[in-house]
Nanobody
Framework: QVQLVESGGGLVQAGDSLRLSCAAS????????MGWFRQAPGKERDVVAA????????YYAESVKGRFTISRDYAKNTVYLQMNSLKPEDTAVYYC?????????????????WGQGTQVTVSS
């Protein structure tokens, strides 16, 4: 069992930055691939970024490439999503998720563990 707790969301203006954190706990949580997903009202939950268990491979949605960076701190058992140059279309609830294996990083259904989500609102 893995527990995930997100933090760092908030209300910002377009062009601002935010850093989301996802603290993981539980057995072998550091050996899981981690992903950040987001869901806007009336839309599906889509992957934003993901990272393999050893940090050797990352994935970014096309809409956030060059603006967002995913990273993980093994000492703190925490995954981060640094979000720069935020846009109003980035407004959503952001979820952290964990999965075993390094395949299919982009499919929400393949992630077994989820955090409660943190709201990010970007005003224009």
């Amino acid at each position: 069992q893995v527990q995930l707790v997100e933090s760092g969301g908030g209300l910002v203006q377009a062009g601002d930055s935010l850093r989301l954190s996802c603290a993981a706990s539980g057995r072998s949580s550091s050996s899981y691939a981690m992903g950040w997903f987001r869901q806007a009202p009336g839309k599906e939950r889509d992957v934003v970024a993901a990272i393999t268990w050893n940090g050797g491979r990352t994935y970014y949605a096309e809409s956030v490439k060059g603006r967002f960076t995913i990273s993980r701190d093994y000492a703190k058992n925490t995954v981060y999503l640094q979000m720069n140059s935020l846009k109003p279309e980035d407004t959503a609830v952001y979820y952290c998720a964990a999965k075993a294996g390094s395949y299919s990083l982009t499919t929400a259904g393949d992630y077994a563990y989820w955090g409660q989500g943190t709201q990010v609102t970007v005003s224009s």
